[in-house]
């Protein structure tokens, strides 16, 4: 007989071996653009400009944060040749 069980964010489920053996009748659900565990690359699902993403670094959090948002966000929406 297969359970859940729920730790944190995570949710853990058991099955049989004979629950196992079958296909899954599970359906996804869409991701979350607000959940803080969800790791997105710099576009968010909903098309807005990820600003914890790693590969921004300390630019969007450092010193010149609201400088460096104003103008990468300038330059990401821009519809000009570079």
């Not at 004979?18 to 599970?26: A, D, F, G």
């Not at 400009?49 to 821009?78: D, T, V």
Request: charged letters at 25%; one cysteine or more.
């Amino acid at each position: 007989m297969s359970y859940c069980r729920q730790e944190e964010k995570d949710q853990i489920i058991f099955v049989t071996k004979e629950e196992h053996e079958t296909p899954s009748s599970v359906e996804l659900v869409a991701d979350d653009p607000n959940d803080p565990y969800e790791e997105h690359g710099l576009m968010l699902p909903n098309g807005n400009i990820n600003w914890n993403c790693p590969y921004l670094g300390e630019m969007a959090s450092g010193h010149c944060r609201e400088q460096f948002k104003s103008a990468f966000h300038c330059f990401h929406y821009s519809k000009e040749e570079i």
